[in-house]
């Protein structure tokens, strides 16, 4: 008897990210940007620019869409204007 292939588990967007440093929670909609428009922690002040390249991208692949958007208006603002 065949089994069934199981179905894709949906993907949940996540809505923190932990700092490298003291692991607390970064809210990406209240959180400040460094001079790279990196997320700062507001607990410890570590911007996450160095934080590693796999935990980024698993962030910003599952980031709601208004923390990519707060992103790009933030970037835009410093670097376009």
């Known amino acids: 008897m065949s089994q069934k292939p199981q179905s894709m588990k949906s993907v949940v967007p996540i809505s923190t990210i ?4 003291c692991h607390a929670p970064i809210d990406p ?5 460094c001079e790279d428009v990196a997320l700062l922690c507001e607990i410890c002040g570590l911007c996450l620019c160095h934080a590693p390249v796999s935990q980024m991208s698993d962030f910003w692949r599952l980031a709601p869409e208004q923390v990519t958007e707060r992103w790009a208006e933030e970037w835009s603002r410093r670097w376009e204007g």
């Open 18 to 21: 932990d700092c490298t440093r």
């Open 29 to 33: 909609l209240t959180a400040e940007f």
